[in-house]
């Protein structure tokens, strides 16, 4: 008697791409390519920036699944990339969810990596990497929250697996690298006072340019007594600042951020789509 077939359970995948090029004093495309569930949306501007919009059409990730961004800004250039909505990570019955990332900014240009929360539910399991090149005199501005689970429908990540892995360079300079993890236990784990204290939001912000020393105070200000602090490093010549926050909840981590953002964007508020 013939065994029945196997039919291996039906996995998103996306692949993406923009190249931003200057003509006529305004940030234009040079290059736009969009696979599978990985859509890309410009909407108009007026200032001579652009800002794109990512959007996953398959609602969401799960084990298996696997998206692969590539952004690529031209001297001069500034591009702002965001997302349509938050990325849901469901549970995952195998595999892992895979994201990866990849930017270079050129010469005297800026890109502002400002995707919406990644939502974690219970027993999702998401593998990400995110990995820059910045030119000589480009400026990098990067924000990545995560929240453990919906706390306004009652829902919380238990246990699952969430890794996230930073390269940045800047002129060939390795000047930002991090890896972190969470497994296994994650509720438990997230409890405890040197994790997050209970706290299921939390963001990671990161910005290299010119004027680095002299946002510091500022942004220390805007963050007054909430769980998290502002640095700022050199490596090899290079300036760097990096933000840790956490909070109760996503609304109240956005009551935090967006104040922070519009501060390294120059009073310029966060995209529109994070309102809508």
Same mark, same amino acid.
């Given at each position: 008697m013939e065994k029945p077939a196997v039919i291996a359970p039906?996995?998103?995948?996306?692949?993406?791409?923009?190249?931003?090029?200057p003509f006529a004093g305004r940030t234009r495309i040079a290059e736009l390519y969009q696979e599978g569930c990985a859509k890309i949306r410009l909407p108009e501007s007026f200032d001579g920036k652009m /800002? +794109?919009?990512?959007?996953n059409s398959s609602g969401g990730l799960t084990g298996g699944d696997r998206m692969d961004w590539s952004f690529a800004a031209g001297a001069g250039t500034h591009l702002t990339l965001t997302t349509q909505a938050c990325e849901k990570i469901y549970k995952a019955s +195998?595999?892992?969810?895979?994201?990866?990332?990849r930017i270079e900014v050129g010469p005297d240009a800026s890109v502002h990596w400002l995707p919406q929360e990644t939502i974690l539910f219970d027993r999702a399991s998401l593998t990400r990497r995110l !990995?820059? !090149?910045?030119? /000589?005199?480009? +400026? $990098?501005? +990067?924000?990545e929250a995560v929240?453990?689970?919906r706390t306004a429908m009652q829902e919380a990540m238990e246990t699952g697996l969430f890794q996230d892995c930073w390269r940045i360079r800047k002129s060939g300079v390795l000047v930002h690298a991090e890896n972190m993890r969470l497994s296994g236990a994650v509720g438990c784990l997230t409890q405890t006072a040197p994790v997050l204290g209970g706290r299921v939001a $939390?963001?990671?912000? $990161?910005?290299?340019?010119? !004027?680095? /020393?002299?946002?510091?105070?500022?942004?220390r200000a805007c963050l007054g007594d909430t769980a998290g602090g502002v640095s700022h490093y050199q490596v090899s010549g290079e300036d760097k600042l990096v933000a840790r926050?956490?909070?109760? !909840?996503?609304f109240a981590l956005r009551k935090i951020l967006i104040p922070l953002i519009s501060h390294l964007r120059k009073g310029a508020s966060v995209p529109k789509v994070w309102t809508l």
């Amino acid at each position: 008697m013939e065994k029945p077939a196997v039919i291996a359970p039906q996995r998103a995948w996306g692949k993406g791409r923009l190249v931003a090029k200057p003509f006529a004093g305004r940030t234009r495309i040079a290059e736009l390519y969009q696979e599978g569930c990985a859509k890309i949306r410009l909407p108009e501007s007026f200032d001579g920036k652009m /800002e +794109a919009v990512l959007i996953n059409s398959s609602g969401g990730l799960t084990g298996g699944d696997r998206m692969d961004w590539s952004f690529a800004a031209g001297a001069g250039t500034h591009l702002t990339l965001t997302t349509q909505a938050c990325e849901k990570i469901y549970k995952a019955s +195998a595999d892992t969810a895979g994201v990866k990332t990849r930017i270079e900014v050129g010469p005297d240009a800026s890109v502002h990596w400002l995707p919406q929360e990644t939502i974690l539910f219970d027993r999702a399991s998401l593998t990400r990497r995110l !990995d820059v !090149d910045i030119a /000589e005199g480009g +400026a $990098f501005l +990067a924000v990545e929250a995560v929240l453990l689970g919906r706390t306004a429908m009652q829902e919380a990540m238990e246990t699952g697996l969430f890794q996230d892995c930073w390269r940045i360079r800047k002129s060939g300079v390795l000047v930002h690298a991090e890896n972190m993890r969470l497994s296994g236990a994650v509720g438990c784990l997230t409890q405890t006072a040197p994790v997050l204290g209970g706290r299921v939001a $939390f963001a990671t912000l $990161f910005y290299t340019g010119p !004027d680095c /020393e002299m946002l510091v105070d500022r942004l220390r200000a805007c963050l007054g007594d909430t769980a998290g602090g502002v640095s700022h490093y050199q490596v090899s010549g290079e300036d760097k600042l990096v933000a840790r926050l956490a909070a109760t !909840d996503g609304f109240a981590l956005r009551k935090i951020l967006i104040p922070l953002i519009s501060h390294l964007r120059k009073g310029a508020s966060v995209p529109k789509v994070w309102t809508l």
